[in-house]
Nanobody, 123 residues
C-alpha cells in the first residue's frame, strides 16, 4: 500500500499550487480519499475529502472556495488544487485513503497515509 504526495514548495501569498498524490491501485480502489495538513507545533487538521465516485466532496471552512480536491481513478491519482494561498496554509500536506467509499472528515476514517509534502507560503 503506497501513497506518494508531491508538488509542495515555496510560494508567495496568493500563489497557486497543485498537489498530486499517486496511490497504489489497491489503495485507491473503492476508497474515499482525503487531504490533511499539519503545521509546525499544531495538530493535524482535515483539509478536503472526496468520495470514490467523485460525487461528494467536503472541505474545511478555512479552505472552502480556494482549494479543490479531485481524483482520476484511471490514473490512481488524487489532486489538491490550492489557489489564493495564505501564510496560514503553510504546512505539511498528507494524502490519505479511507476505509470507506465516502468522503469523510475524521482521521479515524483513514487507514493509509502518505509521507507528506511541504508547502511554505511567504508573505
Amino acid at each position: 500500500v503506497q501513497l506518494q504526495a508531491s508538488g509542495g514548495g515555496l510560494v508567495q501569498t496568493r500563489d497557486c499550487l497543485r498537489l498530486p498524490c499517486v496511490a497504489s491501485r489497491r489503495t485507491f480502489r473503492n476508497n474515499g480519499m482525503g487531504w490533511f495538513r499539519q503545521a509546525p507545533g499544531k495538530e493535524r487538521e482535515f483539509v478536503a475529502a472526496i468520495s470514490y465516485r467523485s460525487d461528494s466532496t467536503v472541505y474545511a471552512e478555512s479552505v472552502k472556495g480556494r482549494f479543490t480536491i479531485s481524483r482520476d481513478n484511471a490514473q490512481d491519482t488524487l489532486y489538491l488544487q490550492m489557489n489564493g494561498l495564505k501564510p496560514e496554509d503553510a504546512a505539511k500536506y498528507y494524502c490519505a485513503a479511507s476505509r470507506f467509499a465516502r468522503a469523510g472528515r475524521a482521521d479515524s476514517d483513514y487507514a493509509y497515509w502518505g509521507q507528506g509534502t511541504l508547502v511554505t507560503v511567504s508573505s
